[in-house]
């Protein structure tokens, strides 16, 4: 069982045990059997979404690449417009089958947006000058893909204070324990969102190619909202 089988299951109760996720606030409650593929979940994120495994390149190539020769700010417009078309185009092949390839597709493209959202975020915040093989950095990426809402909670559940941008976050030294735990607190609200997610992609998509479209632009307009929470989150040093 691979980790979007692993995770989709957890996260819709498939998984023996009283495990549930509280979408609102992101805990988990009875039996603690999500630890593990969320755990993996951000992992994942971190490994290919930062660091780049395989045919994927990661964050750091994709930012050096743009910003060759090129102003800090035109770098940082390519690489969301390129980061954009991207999640449309995963979007758009996941809804082209309609209701047939749903339960198969479904849950994988989440897993890929947001991939494909932390590499954006991890390259923007690599333009803009932050080291992001640091620790802290790292959870500051995870958490521009939560919102300010939950990033608040879930600083506050760890003892972290910051000054208002996540940017305060990445210049802190902070324990390890206090990393795992906003690194894990960012897993479990993303598997609360596996369903959220896969329900407001269900509307339109039952034709196929109409639901290509609908899911396309869904994630594109998804991945645009992150990319601005990102923008105003990772300001350059002056």
């Known amino acids: 069982m691979g980790i979007v089988d692993k995770?989709?299951?957890?996260?819709?109760?498939?998984?023996?045990?009283?495990?549930?996720?509280?979408?609102?606030?992101?805990?988990?409650?009875?039996?603690s059997r999500l630890n593990a593929p969320v755990t993996e979940l951000v992992q994942k994120l971190l490994d290919f979404g930062i660091d780049g495994l395989g045919p994927l390149d990661g964050a750091t190539a994709v930012a050096d690449k743009a910003g060759r020769g090129r102003p800090v700010e035109a770098?940082?417009?390519?690489?969301?417009?390129?980061?954009?078309?991207?999640?449309?185009?995963?979007?758009?092949?996941?809804?082209?089958g309609g209701?047939?390839?749903?339960?198969?597709?479904?849950?994988?493209?989440?897993?890929e947006f947001y991939i494909i959202a932390t590499?954006?975020?991890?390259?923007?915040?690599?333009?803009?000058?932050?080291d992001i093989d640091k620790p802290e950095t790292r959870s500051a990426i995870l958490l521009a893909l939560v919102g300010a809402d939950s990033r608040d909670d879930l600083?506050?559940?760890?003892?972290?204070?910051?000054?208002?941008?996540?940017?305060?976050?990445?210049?802190?030294?902070?324990?390890?324990?206090?990393?795992?735990?906003?690194n894990k607190g960012v897993g479990f609200r993303l598997?609360?969102?596996?369903?959220?997610?896969?329900?407001?992609?269900?509307?339109?998509?039952?034709?196929?190619?109409?639901?290509?479209v609908v899911g396309g632009g869904l994630d594109y307009y998804l991945l645009g909202r992150i990319a601005d929470h990102a923008k105003k989150q990772f300001v350059a040093a002056p």
């Open 7 to 31: 995770i989709t299951n957890a996260a819709i109760g498939k998984v023996a045990g009283s495990n549930s996720v509280d979408p609102a606030t992101g805990q988990v409650s009875g039996d």
């Open 75 to 96: 770098a940082v417009a390519d690489v969301i417009k390129s980061h954009k078309k991207a999640a449309a185009a995963g979007g758009f092949v996941t809804g082209l």
């Open 99 to 111: 209701f047939l390839t749903m339960p198969v597709a479904l849950p994988a493209n989440v897993v």
């Open 119 to 130: 590499r954006m975020v991890a390259a923007i915040a690599r333009l803009r000058g932050f």
């Open 155 to 182: 600083l506050a559940k760890a003892g972290v204070v910051t000054t208002g941008r996540l940017s305060s976050l990445a210049t802190q030294h902070l324990p390890a324990s206090a990393v795992m735990m906003i």
């Open 191 to 212: 598997v609360a969102r596996l369903g959220e997610k896969g329900l407001a992609k269900i509307a339109g998509r039952g034709l196929p190619v109409v639901g290509g």
